[in-house]
């Protein structure tokens, strides 16, 4: 197995253990973020031992993380880390949430790593190696996504209704030209595209570490992941992601809004 994949998974598993330790937890510690975003005690735990262990074991690396300042930003590698992506399900007890996990090198992304322990899902992909999945019976089987070919025809996912600014009527077209649609959220959208369940996932507002490892797993799996421009979905900052054969069109149905 790649040596960089060994040890995402290596992280992923000690991130599992600390986030599942302090899930429902009554005592849980929960901030407020500048954003008014919340924080928890896990979602530091984890972005901090995973800073450790890279570290000790990639000096030269850099670190891009949702919970610390970016180090490393010349370096040809940087990992990219988001702790818990779902925190306010994971601050309300729902089980949808994941610790996201990415490599980037020279400017391109090299592996992602998606773990949703209390789902008991984990979904990875390195360049060049194909993408998988680990069932909750712990079955690990490979990915691919769809062949839907018609948007009448195509599973759609999103988060939420927020964000849509310029795109107001965007998430209602896309509902009415699929055959269906359901707000299952986060990651878990993306990564179902990747695992073929689902075929368009789309959302407006996202930064580098909630999208970099699924794009690398959907990619692998044969998916596109783009903005919704069409363009760079990490410079954009929203994703739109597709088994790449309904691609043009969702496009389509975004631009026309």
């Not at 995973?50 to 000790?56: F, G, P, T, V």
């Not at 359901?182 to 407006?204: C, K, L, N």
Request: proline share 3%; net charge negative; glycine share 10%.
């Amino acid at each position: 197995m790649d040596v960089d994949l060994t040890l995402a998974l290596k992280l992923a598993d000690q991130a599992d253990i600390i986030t599942m330790n302090r899930f429902r937890a009554l005592d849980l510690r929960v901030d407020a973020k500048p954003d008014s975003t919340p924080v928890t005690e896990a979602d530091q735990a984890v972005e901090q031992y995973i800073r450790d262990e890279l570290m000790s074991a990639c000096p030269g690396d850099g670190v891009i993380g949702e919970e610390q300042a970016d180090t490393g930003l010349d370096a040809n590698r940087q990992w990219i880390i988001d702790p818990i992506d779902g925190t306010k399900n994971y601050v309300r007890g729902v089980p949808v949430w994941a610790t996201l996990i990415a490599l980037s090198e020279n400017g391109e992304l090299k592996l992602g790593v998606v773990s949703a322990p209390a789902l008991g899902r984990r979904w990875w992909a390195v360049t060049g190696g194909g993408a998988f999945t680990k069932d909750v019976d712990g079955t690990v089987r490979p990915i691919h996504v769809s062949d839907v070919g018609q948007l009448a025809d195509a599973s759609l996912s999103y988060s939420d209704a927020v964000g849509w600014t310029g795109f107001e009527s965007a998430l209602g077209d896309l509902q009415e030209s699929t055959w269906r649609s359901r707000a299952y959220g986060d990651f878990w959208s993306h990564v179902m595209v990747a695992e073929g369940v689902v075929d368009i996932a789309v959302e407006p507002e996202l930064s580098v570490w909630d999208m970099a490892a699924f794009i690398a797993i959907v990619r692998e799996a044969g998916g596109t992941v783009t903005g919704f421009d069409g363009s760079d979905a990490l410079t954009h900052k929203s994703a739109v992601t597709t088994n790449s054969a309904l691609h043009a069109a969702a496009l389509k149905v975004i631009a026309g809004n």
